[in-house]
């Protein structure tokens, strides 16, 4: 539950913040109750040009729900969604720019009011176009993050609560995406944030796994060829190569 007081200070503070020190440069001092990382996360929302007052994120309406990430995660996007059904929780999946491909909301309520406030498939939640949220900071310090209420940068999306976790590629060492749940400040849960962190490490598991699968299956296919080349000869997938004698000298 989101207390009211700490909501009352939360706003003061942003207030404090936005009129005090240098806003152009590094902003004013930011005071309690503020967390240190999301008081470092309003600076960043200040630097981008961001006001409080308003939330204007783009929207790309064609964003493929495919490839390596979507397939990792859209089993634990069901799993959760099923779990959490009618219990007033949205289960979130955005990529790595924080665009916003995936939404599991069963009320329609709900899927009203998060459309009211641009958190829907296809709108990009970044730091710099949507201030301190939840996707949009996990991505960026890559690290998981529970935002609630007045913690948000943006006064519009202060009606929510939300955490999310980023998912790093074991293959590549990149952020793949992020995972994440929302629901209405007022009934926010701390129980999200361990959520999402399970379910960022399980999709993780599973990026690894279809990792290793698709390099046997490339190391079977090499060596098949090599029985049959006479010239040099290579296969190359990230992280993986592989080559006959005669190819690694070329390369």
Sequence with gaps: MVDVTLGLALRSAREA???SGDIAGCGGDIPA??????ATSWRRSVLHGLRPDRLAVPYEGELDFSGRFADAARPDADRLSDDLADTGVTLLLADEQARLLDRRVTDLSQRVRLDTFLVAPGFQHSEEHAGTNAIGTALRQRSPVAVAGGEHF??????????AAPVTDPA???VAGAIGLTCPAETASPLM???VKQAAREIEQRLAGAASAASRVLFASFVQARRR????LGSVSHPTMHT????????
């Excluded at 943006?154 to 609560?161: F, G």
């Design 154 to 163: 943006a006064e519009t999306l202060t009606e929510l609560a939300c955490a």
């Design 193 to 195: 944030l361990p959520l």
């Design 33 to 38: 109750p503020v967390r240190a990382e999301l």
């Design 172 to 174: 590549t060492g990149q």
């Design 229 to 232: 080349a006479k010239e040099p």
């Design 17 to 19: 913040f936005l009129t």
């Design 244 to 251: 006959t004698a005669s190819a690694a000298l070329i390369l």
